[in-house]
């Protein structure tokens, strides 16, 4: 699903906020892949 929401984010040039509740800090390095840096 996440490799979905990453191709239409770059289709349509989508912006998009997201929160994580795990405790723990920084993003797995599997979720990295789809973290776009501004």
């Known amino acids: 699903m996440m ?3 990453s191709k239409l984010r770059e289709k349509y040039n989508l912006h998009m ?3 994580r509740f795990v405790p723990g800090g920084d993003a797995p390095e599997s979720d990295k892949s789809f973290i776009k840096d501004e």
């Open 3 to 5: 490799e979905t929401i």
């Open 17 to 19: 906020s997201v929160e």
